[in-house]
């Protein structure tokens, strides 16, 4: 293609091609232009220096645009080369100026992203749009013309120089934002493409301006600088001189090279550009020294002249012209631009100073003619690796699959490429280097030198094995050993046109071998003797053999795909449009063949299935074939629906079922396992659910493999359940029918809830399958929310649980009792459902009376309990007596929970269970103490003691432990009805005792405490009330005393500081206590000390205080014993005999009994004369004793005393009465007949009055001493 500047309008330019024409057609072998290059020349005719350099700015820049791009592609096996170029002609501008006259372009530049083109047309910028050549702005700022345009290659910023010595540097958004100025006018301009920088050249010197500086850095020039380039990393600036020198400079504008050649004076650089590689950057960085600096100029010219350069098919087909010299081993881009410098010579020529010292092209005619260089793909591939030479010194080995890469950098010019299992194959110019993989992972990428071949060898092929290399000169074949040993040698009858391994042992592996006269050839490395195939009349283009060695695929000259059987050198079929072939390596019969931009798959005798697919397909493994495009490989991922469905129809199941593993989408699973399942290909449809786990068609083939196993074999019978997992309903039926299997049928309608079709599907049939059918469509019914149809179908089907328990759960009491009252007594199992309803809903009647209908009396003892109807029960167990525990049990929980504790008692001992009795008592007195209600406490662990007495009274074999617990229980009560009041003392804000009584009350609890502390009482609150009382009564001794105890317990913070403040205070106070407040022992008269270390017993005889109740003074009772052989009854007789006495008292006792309670009353009005008491001299005991010595009276002294004097606590058995004489007649004393605690009159009358009960044992006083 040739374009030409016209001379009316040297702005412009225009192709000279006919558009319509298209195309044009080069051959190497009829066109002897093309033979010394591989490549289409592009001529240019330019009237002026500056239009050159308009145009050959333009072309490159062009050609990476979409409208002039250049395309190429082999035709055919004769290298025959076709050149593509669009057929129609790029944009056409022509600037004017305002006189409508054609202005001078002597620059242009574009954007960045190719959408603004920056024209220099006079003192003015243009700016077009590329999309359609229309004038987006003009920019003035120049003053005279406008030489040079070079824009940044971030696209913000480009730069103008014009003949006004002046730059300017504009925006994107065509702004100017900056200008300086020169000596002399501006030459060109360039932008560093990485940092930036802008370099400016005037004819005496150039300048280096960067965004981040404010002046511009300015260097003189020893010549006229007419052109400047940026190395692509940005690191040097090349500058072209009128001269003919290049000088080289840094980012700083310091020289560092000047490149020289002979008559350089008669030769100005007019154009200089860098190579895009680093090549040359790297040799310049690793210079040693600045001696170095010539040597420049010697490397360059020592490259070898390019006489032409060829392209393989990809590296399987050969060359078949003759080099006069192999190619230049140099680096190279993926741009295939392989100079490092090229200098433009506008006077003589256009050098190309790494290609040649000698003249590339001549130029005096005035034409440039500008050479694209495209060199051959060298590559190979094997299996799913794939190596290919890249920056012409790198080999690149990618897995398609993984998608890994590594690169081997050879550091010299890679010819050849081989790669086969673990081994690799490159040659050089001088050598040939094995690589081996680390191990033998398949994932492994790690190669390493295993031999070197220091040879240098001519082949137009490679190929290499486990243990040899092959190569491939036009008819001969050489086998050497990694040592270079050639060890065979085989020569063909024609062009040998495609070579292949197709595998083996180790060392003998065979080779698959195409000639041009159509011979197709296996080899054996270790085989002198070649072995013919078959032979056709085409030249062979491709072949692949099929995995077992049976197939043979060929692709001739004609693009026809030919299978031939191997065996019977039969043709199997032919296939048009082809142009590479393989055979798939996981399945036989199947294989791809690619030609006319389609991918066509071909699967057994089934017609070519065709996609479309750029490229050539070089390998199929499973669902991927591998596609060479252009110049990169890729792995194509093709789903094998189209063969699988092809076996399908064709009932193929096992072959579908290896295409499919091959890989196919879900659905084509589900397909196949669908078809194979209809077709009782059970096996392939279970490894055909499985791969897509649906676990409901695999039960489905299990069980039908099992039945299969037991000895079935009816396929109408497995078809039938297939259909029916299917939704195939109807047509399952039939089969069931057919099969005499009708129950299955209407187990699926009734299933399915299709009442109807099973209605017409059993038509009048058995009344018992009627029967089911009707149960199965109440359940549906009942699942479907219709309760009451669901229950008259219940019904009519007899099915009366199910009705009861739908009526009982919605409530309909109506429709239960009518079905109860139309059951028969003996349907125990219905009715009694019926009556648990009426139970449940609250209608006990109905449930009573549904009991006795079926006579279940214990169910209607428990309907009473439930329902706590307690008469009609106690009327049921009167009776029938062996109900009683029903009945009073529970009764008796009931009274525990509604704290009705005696009637609870007398429950438990009806029912005989007192040992629960006590439990429910010892849980209540636990939770009465944790919640602090110690009056409570007292009360439950009196009922305690009091239920444990009667526990000893019924079982002789608990009575010494149950009588211990009364004891414990009894003290427990005392210990908590006396904290009671220190406990409200403490927490409440006012106190309801006298501080006599409380002072009473903390000593009485301070002395019991004199081992273990119980549950709840706090021995801070009781020294506490102690001290606090002490301290007000006068007991200073004693209130130390507390203060002190208090010192060594852990105090709440609430006391701290009172207790603080009394120790201090109470130091100030005389340390003794007050008289009037030691307690007397009436028994031996002594003054016992406030603080007692014996407890609540006399110091001196030992004889146990009796305490009232209520305010726990000292009470002047004596206790006293009878003597052996006198019982109660006597005792009790001869007290209330009254025997005069001797001296006789001259007052009068007065006896009052009101409400069970027994009362003293003296005369005040009468007169005592003192007489002796038998009684009194019973008193005496041997002083100093440490044992107690109690006082035990004969009859004499029994009938000496009065009845009035004595009060007795009459305890049941199996515990003893207890006498008490009173030594104070004047004094009162009150008696409870229930719980024998003892209170002065006055105060028990107060207690009754406010309580209405006995405030220890809360029997009330309108009841009877029982």
Not at 197 to 214: H, I, T, V
Not at 268 to 282: G, Q, Y
Request: with cysteine; charged share 25%.
């Amino acid at each position: 293609m040739r374009l030409r500047i016209p001379s009316t309008h040297p702005q412009s330019f225009s192709p000279i091609y006919d558009p319509a024409k298209g195309a044009q057609r080069f051959s190497r072998k009829n066109s002897p232009d093309t033979e010394q290059s591989a490549s289409c020349a592009c001529v240019f005719q330019a009237q002026s220096r500056r239009e050159l350099h308009a145009c050959a700015v333009l072309f490159p820049l062009a050609q990476a645009q979409c409208p002039w791009e250049r395309l190429w592609r082999m035709r055919n096996p004769d290298s025959t080369f076709e050149f593509l170029s669009f057929p129609f002609p790029p944009p056409r501008v022509v600037p004017v100026d305002s006189r409508q006259r054609a202005l001078g372009i002597y620059d242009l530049a574009f954007k960045p992203d190719g959408t603004q083109l920056i024209i220099a047309a006079g003192n003015r910028l243009l700016v077009y749009d590329t999309s359609d050549g229309t004038l987006i702005q003009p920019l003035k700022g120049h003053k005279d013309t406008v030489y040079c345009v070079a824009y940044a290659k971030d696209g913000k910023r480009f730069a103008s120089g014009s003949a006004d010595k002046s730059v300017i540097i504009w925006t994107s958004k065509l702004e100017g934002i900056l200008k300086y100025t020169h000596n002399d006018s501006i030459q060109c301009v360039s932008y560093n493409p990485v940092t930036h920088q802008l370099a400016s050249c005037s004819s005496s010197d150039f300048g280096l301006w960067s965004p981040e500086q404010k002046s511009v850095s300015k260097h003189k020039s020893s010549s006229k600088i007419t052109c400047c380039s940026w190395t692509n990393d940005g690191q040097y600036l090349a500058l072209g001189m009128f001269n003919g020198i290049v000088s080289i400079r840094n980012k700083n504008g310091e020289e560092k090279v000047k490149i020289e050649h002979p008559g350089s004076s008669l030769s100005p650089v007019w154009s200089i550009c860098w190579n895009p590689s680093s090549r040359w950057e790297n040799f310049w960085n690793h210079r040693a020294s600045e001696e170095e600096e010539e040597s420049v100029h010697n490397y360059l010219e020592e490259i070898p002249v390019l006489k032409s350069s060829t392209c393989s098919s990809q590296g399987s087909e050969t060359e078949e012209e003759q080099h006069e010299e192999e190619e230049s081993p140099r680096d190279t881009s993926s741009d295939e631009h392989n100079d490092i410098l090229a200098v433009a010579d506008w006077g003589q020529r256009l050098s190309f100073f790494q290609l040649s010292g000698k003249q590339a092209i001549g130029c005096q005619d005035g034409t440039i003619s500008f050479y694209q260089l495209i060199f051959s793909t060298v590559h190979g591939l094997y299996k799913d690796r794939y190596a290919y030479r890249d920056s012409m010194t790198d080999v690149i080995v990618q897995h398609l699959i993984t998608e890994q890469k590594v690169r081997i950098k050879c550091r010299e010019l890679v010819k050849k490429i081989a790669i086969y299992k673990n081994r690799l194959a490159i040659q050089l110019p001088e050598k040939i280097l094995i690589y081996e993989l680390y191990s033998d992972d398949s994932s492994d990428m790690h190669y390493r030198v295993k031999e070197k071949i220091a040879k240098k060898f001519e082949c137009n092929l490679l190929v290499v094995c486990s243990d040899h290399i092959i190569l491939c000169q036009e008819k001969r074949l050489q086998c050497l050993s990694f040592n270079g040993v050639k060890e065979r040698e085989w020569l063909m009858e024609s062009l040998i046109r495609y070579i292949k391994v197709i595998g083996g042992p180790s060392g003998r592996e065979g080779l698959l071998v195409g000639l041009k006269n159509g011979q197709i050839l296996k080899i054996f490395v270790d085989n002198l003797f070649a072995i013919v195939l078959l032979k056709q009349s085409t030249a062979v283009r491709c072949l692949d053999m099929s995995a077992s060695r049976n197939k043979l695929a060929v692709v001739d000259e004609n693009d026809t795909c030919l299978v031939y059987d191997i065996h019977t050198k039969e043709l199997l079929f032919q296939e048009p449009n082809a142009n590479s072939v393989a055979w798939n390596t996981q399945c036989e019969d199947m294989l791809c063949f690619s030609g006319g931009g389609y991918l066509n798959i071909k699967a057994s005798n089934f017609p070519v299935h065709q996609q479309k697919l750029q490229g050539f397909v070089v390998g199929y493994n499973g669902s991927k074939i591998f596609c060479l495009h252009v110049f990169s490989m890729s792995a194509v991922e093709v789903p094998q629906s189209a063969p699988m469905y092809q076996y399908l129809e064709r009932k193929m199941f096992k072959e579908a079922y290896q295409i499919a593993c091959l890989g196919v989408t879900d659905t084509d699973w589900k397909e196949l396992a669908m078809e194979a399942l209809e077709g009782l290909e059970f096996e392939t449809a279970k490894k055909a659910f499985t791969r897509v786990r649906d676990l409901r068609y695999l039960e489905l083939i299990s069980s039908i493999e099992e039945r299969k196993k037991r000895g079935e074999s009816n396929n109408e019978l497995f078809l039938a359940d297939v259909y029916a997992y299917q939704g195939k309903f109807h047509e399952a039926a039939k089969l069931y029918r057919r099969s005499g299997h009708e129950s299955l049928a209407l187990d699926m309608y009734t299933d399915l809830r299709m009442f109807d079709y099973a209605k017409d599907f059993l038509g009048s049939g058995d009344p018992k399958d009627t029967k089911m059918l009707i149960t199965k469509q109440a359940d549906w019914a009942k699942n479907i929310n219709e309760p009451k149809a669901a229950v008259e179908m219940y019904i009519s089907a007899g099915e009366h649980m199910k009705a009861i328990e739908i009526s009982g759960d919605h409530g309909w009491v109506d429709m239960l009792i009518d079905i109860a009252r139309k059951l028969d007594k003996a349907e125990r199992e219905p009715l009694s459902k019926c009556a648990y309803y009426f139970k449940r809903l609250d209608n006990h009647g109905y449930a009573a009376e549904t009991y006795m209908k079926i006579g279940d009396l214990k169910a209607l003892v428990h309907l009473h309990v439930e329902t706590q109807r307690w008469e009609e029960a106690f009327s049921l167990t009167e009776k029938h007596p062996e109900f009683k525990d029903d009945v009073y049990v529970p009764y008796a929980q009931w009274l525990a929970e509604n704290d009705r504790f005696e009637e609870a008692q007398k429950a438990f001992h009806k029912a005989g269970r007192q040992s629960e009795a006590v439990k429910v008592l010892e849980q209540l007195t636990h939770n009465a103490v944790v919640e602090s209600r110690f009056n409570d406490a007292a009360y439950y662990y009196w009922m305690l003691s009091m239920q444990c007495l009667d526990i000893a009274q019924e079982n002789e074999q608990q009575k010494t432990e149950m009588l211990q617990k009364f004891h414990h229980f009894q003290h427990l009560a005392e210990l908590y009805h006396v904290y009671h009041s220190i406990h409200r003392y403490t927490e409440e804000p006012f106190s309801f005792h006298l501080p006599e009584t409380l002072f009473n009350i903390s000593r009485f609890l301070l002395h019991s405490l004199t081992k273990e502390t119980p549950l709840g009482i706090s021995k801070v609150n009781t020294l506490f009330a102690l001290a606090k009382q002490s301290k007000a009564l006068g007991a200073y001794k004693l209130a130390r005393h507390a203060y002190d105890k208090l010192q060594g317990l852990k105090i709440p913070a609430r006391f701290q500081k009172s207790i603080e403040l009394g120790s201090l205070t109470i130091r100030s106070k005389p340390f003794h206590d007050s008289e009037e407040l030691v307690p007397l022992c009436y028994r031996c008269s002594t003054n016992n000390p406030l603080l007692n270390n014996l407890g609540n017993v006399c110091i001196n005889c030992r004889q146990p205080f009796v305490f009232s109740a209520s305010s726990y003074e000292v009470l002047h009772l004596v206790e006293f014993y009878l003597e052996e052989g006198i019982t109660d009854e006597e005792a009790v007789a001869l007290i209330d005999l009254e025997a005069p006495r001797l001296n006789k008292r001259e007052d009068k006792w007065q006896e009052m009994a009101s409400d069970g309670a027994q009362t003293l009353r003296f005369d005040d009005n009468t007169d005592i004369i003192e007489e002796d008491d038998p009684f009194t001299a019973k008193l005496s005991f041997e002083q100093g004793g440490s044992e107690f010595v109690p006082v035990i009276v004969n009859r004499a002294v029994l009938r000496s005393m009065s009845r009035r004097d004595v009060l007795i606590k009459r305890w049941p058995k199996p515990l003893q009465w207890q006498y008490f004489r009173s030594l104070l007649p004047d004094a009162s004393i009150t008696m409870c007949p229930t719980c024998f605690q003892m209170f002065h009159s006055e105060d028990y009358e107060l207690l009754v009055l406010q309580h209405n009960c006995c405030p220890y044992c809360r029997r009330r006083i309108d009841e009877s001493n029982q």
